[in-house]
């Protein structure tokens, strides 16, 4: 959510952002115009109190204070209404009060964008800023993922479509285990580099999933129970993120650094007709996430930090990969600045992302009153939120059966793995 201070100080550098978006940055001046009413009525209604509370004080002060309340009475009866009809209208305007138009302005409005975010206004104008290993060279035809996994027994699309209908899968055998396996493999990596283990709750209220951003942007995208009006998480980032919402930390504490391993349910409202086979897009996937809070002047270098964390799963392993600094118009509603880490699909012959590490800022903060205090004294202040994926357990498994396999049909299980899986490769029968 902005910060209406920052349009009142600033209203050139939230239309930039907007403009460099692709989005129209007339809301700015819409809030301009509702903020000025929301100061307006609420220096009227300072100004009424003040006048009562001069005209309460005459009264103490009178001689005869019964002639004198009798002959004020009218008055301060006549701004005890104009206060109270003043301070509704506060409320009604007020940047703080959920409902009022200037909140809602605020609160639609996508976040200010990182100066170093790259001009472009599709994935198109996405630059890539690092690579890491070579696409294998096979010397047969590579299968896709969803024809290598049926023929190995692991994969099986048409009994949980009978299940659960399109886009669900069920993993078989070793296809199971493979996904256990690196679901431990990036949870002990994550311990390993300080991160905290969370199991949170994957229902999660309303309010948890406005403060994080996810409503109401992406409603449509969201599966919900109607009845308790709770909603099945589109990532662990949401629980990890809100749960600290209405706290102020001790600056020594951060950075608080946490990972989770969840399902995420995603209804996939807006991939009509693509990715429609293998696991690629699927309403329910597992994965590991990983979510930083950080004081703000340290949440650029812990981008990168975090990004890196990511990037090291993917070298561990040896998967090929290439980072990529989304644009600006291809950065999400929450993020100030992105990077995207994708994998390479040999049946594709393409990269695909895999991985998003996003540096949210202040934004999604401000909707969860997550603050920090510095010392005794100091005022609390808005934390920085981070959050990445470190890394989905669908997506990795595809790319290992694709980048693994081999001329008899098999697959090679990387090394770092084969502890986990004690096994060396995935076999037919």
């Known amino acids: 959510m902005l910060d209406v201070g920052l349009i009142r100080r600033d209203p050139e550098r939230v239309r930039l952002s907007a403009k460099r978006r692709g989005l129209d940055p007339a809301f700015v001046d819409e809030v301009l115009r509702l903020d000025e009413e929301y100061r307006s009525a609420l220096t009227a209604a300072e100004s009424a109190q003040a006048e009562k509370n001069r005209l309460s004080a005459e009264i103490g002060k009178a001689a005869d204070k019964a002639a004198a309340a009798r002959e004020l009475r009218p008055k301060l009866d006549e701004l005890s209404g104009r206060i109270e009809e003043l301070e509704q209208r506060v409320r009604e305007l007020s940047p703080a009060e959920r409902g009022s138009p200037l909140h809602e302005l605020l609160a639609q409005a996508h976040n200010i964008l990182d100066d170093s975010v790259p001009e472009g206004n599709d994935a198109s104008k996405n630059v890539v800023v690092r690579s890491w290993g070579e696409p294998p060279k096979l010397s047969f035809e590579p299968l896709p993922h969803w024809e290598l996994g049926e023929r190995l027994g692991i994969l ?39 991160y905290i283990e969370v199991n949170p709750p994957v229902l999660v209220s309303r309010d948890t999933m406005w403060s994080t951003g996810q409503l109401s942007k992406f409603a449509d995208a969201m599966f919900r129970d109607d009845d308790a009006d709770l909603f099945l998480i589109p990532t662990a ?111 594709s012959q393409s990269y695909r992302e895999i991985s998003s590490c996003s ?20 005022k609390p202040e808005l934390v920085h939120t981070l959050n990445g994926s470190g890394l989905p357990i669908g997506r990795t498994l595809l790319a290992i059966l694709e980048n693994f396999q081999q001329a008899d049909g098999s697959v090679k299980i990387p090394a770092v793995l084969q502890p986990y899986m004690r096994a060396e490769r995935i076999s037919a029968g």
């Open 359 to 378: 540096n949210c800022t202040d934004f999604q903060a401000r909707r969860a009153s997550i603050r920090l205090r510095r010392d005794a004294k100091a």
């Open 156 to 194: 099986d699309f048409a009994r949980a479509a009978k299940l659960s209908g399109s886009r669900f899968s069920i993993l078989l055998g070793p296809g199971a285990r493979l996904a256990r396996a690196l679901a431990q493999f990036f949870l002990d990596r994550a311990q390993s580099k300080g």
């Open 237 to 347: 980032e949401v629980p990890l993120t809100a749960m600290h919402g209405g706290e102020i930390l001790s600056a020594d504490t951060l950075p608080r650094k946490y990972a989770a391993f969840t399902p995420c349910f995603r209804k996939e409202a807006g991939a009509a007709g693509k990715d429609t086979r293998g696991i690629i897009r699927l309403h329910q996937f597992e994965k590991v996430e990983l979510v930083w809070l950080s004081a703000p002047e340290s949440s650029a270098d812990a981008l990168e930090t975090l990004t890196r964390d990511a990037e090291e799963l993917l070298r561990d392993l040896e998967i090929p990969y290439r980072t990529v600094a989304l644009c600006a118009g291809d950065v999400g509603f929450n993020a100030a600045k992105t990077y995207d880490l994708e994998l390479w699909v040999p049946s």
